[in-house]
């Protein structure tokens, strides 16, 4: 089970292991956060400081990321940072006082019942909450709605791409396969013949594959 409070003062908070592990794949997105090393010189503050700035709209952020940050969208949360490096491979890079996440590197760091939730996170895809006051703690409490919103973005991001995800099929899988293609992503197998293959996105988007395309140019990798 995933550590769903972090900070001093509880200032980060996911609702459940299923958010933790979506807002996990979403940190993957490098256009979509920056999360710095800064010292307490930098900061004028007792400390040094670990932050992580949200460069995307709200809407395109986990409940848990969009109440905890604060002026100029940023997280202080040195716990939850240092927590990522040390035990979901984020890169840190010195010269540049920068912490990133390879989407194919941490995905090995979350247990197989969460992929799902992972992959949902890395295409901006969340579990809502609703959100209530609470008497018990400052901020708000959230109570759970579990519906999945639509936002999506099937780019991949910056520096990470779906062509090094896996590795190719030699032959085509059977229908119910899960694979990744290297241009549209995360998918699975839903109809074939002995010419073309049907496969739906996690996007929703359904498309046809020439079966001597995809296996010539090795567009279709294991998940």
Known sequence: MAQLKWGKVGQLNFFDDHEYYQALGSL????????????NSETESWGDAFRIKCLMQDSLLPDAFRIAKKNANRINCNDYVQHLYQHHHFTFDVANKVLYGNYAIVKLTVPESYHYDFDAGYNLKFTRHN???????????????????????????????????GTPFNEIPPVGTPIVHTKFGFGKIVGLNTTNLNVVFDSGEQKIFSIAVVLSNNLLRKK
Do not use: V
């Not at 993957?28 to 010292?39: A, D, K, L, N």
């Not at 959230?142 to 062509?163: D, E, F, H, V, W």
């Open 28 to 39: 993957c997105r490098s256009e979509g956060y920056h999360i710095t090393f800064e010292t």
């Open 131 to 165: 959100l209530a006051p609470s008497n018990s703690q400052p901020g708000k409490q959230r109570i759970a709605t579990k519906q999945m919103t639509r936002s999506l973005c099937n780019a991949a991001p910056s520096g990470i791409s779906y062509a090094n995800i």
